[in-house]
């Protein structure tokens, strides 16, 4: 039983790269988030996704993408990397938000 | 708009004491709080989610409490272990996924 898999664990980038979050769940959950958590503050939604097909914009999406074409994955995509996108990113799932959340081991991205 | 207050930002304490971490929150208004614990460079690791209906929560040393009206919830640890050194965070969900996160209490056991 995996749970959410994020890939990779870390990744160094060059201001203007893009590049592509990967998050997988084997739970067959329908909600799935992203969250950036930068150091001593607490985490901050991104984007979420209530199933496949359907995404919505978190507190902090600008410089982001996403997408949910099945119920497994939800990557998320940066065009431009900027130095304030550097942060750790972490994937989460639920099958409903009032039984809780399930998180990945995150993603530790610095931007150069 | 929700705020969450972790107090205090980090604690340490001796191998065996009882212990009371504090989480504090504006809006009364929740579906659930739920705890979690953060190793250094790890993910979150869920410890106990909280009904807005319901008191308390147990899971083995670990009981968190929930007082909806006061805005406050309290995850107490029974006999500290070293390896119960970690951050330990609290997050409140108001629905419409929005699950607003505390910035989590550093808990440091000594041995």
């Known amino acids: 039983n995996a749970g959410v898999t994020q890939t990779p664990k870390f990744r160094i980038l060059k201001i203007g790269q893009s590049m592509t979050l990967q998050c997988a769940q084997d739970?067959?959950?329908?909600?799935m988030y992203w969250y950036r958590q930068d150091p001593g503050m607490g985490l901050k939604l991104i984007y979420y996704?209530?199933?496949?097909?359907?995404?919505d914009k978190g507190e902090v999406p600008n410089g982001y993408n996403v997408s949910r074409s099945t119920t497994e994955d939800f990557p998320l995509r940066l065009e431009l990397a900027a130095p304030s996108q550097t942060s750790v990113y972490f994937c989460?799932?639920?099958?409903?938000?009032?039984?809780?959340?399930?998180f990945g081991s995150g993603t530790r991205l610095t931007v150069v | 708009k929700q705020e969450v207050t972790q107090i205090p930002a980090a604690l340490s304490v001796p191998e065996g004491e009882n212990l009371v971490l504090n989480c504090s929150f504006t809006d009364s208004a929740i579906y659930n709080l739920q705890w979690f614990r953060q190793d250094p460079g790890k993910g979150l690791t869920s410890l106990l989610l909280?009904?807005?209906?319901?008191r308390e929560q147990t899971s083995g040393r670990l009981n968190a409490s929930l007082d909806k009206s006061s805005g406050r919830s309290t995850l107490y640890i029974a006999a500290s272990q070293p390896g119960d050194s970690a951050t330990y965070l609290c997050?409140?969900?108001?629905?419409?996924?929005?699950?607003?996160f505390g910035q989590g209490t550093r808990l440091t056991i000594n041995p």
């Open positions: 997050a409140v969900n108001q629905g419409a996924q929005k699950l607003v």
């Open positions: 909280i009904q807005s209906s319901q």
């Open positions: 989460a799932s639920s099958p409903d938000p009032n039984y809780g959340y399930t």
């Open positions: 996704s209530v199933g496949a097909g359907i995404t």
């Open positions: 739970m067959n959950h329908n909600y």
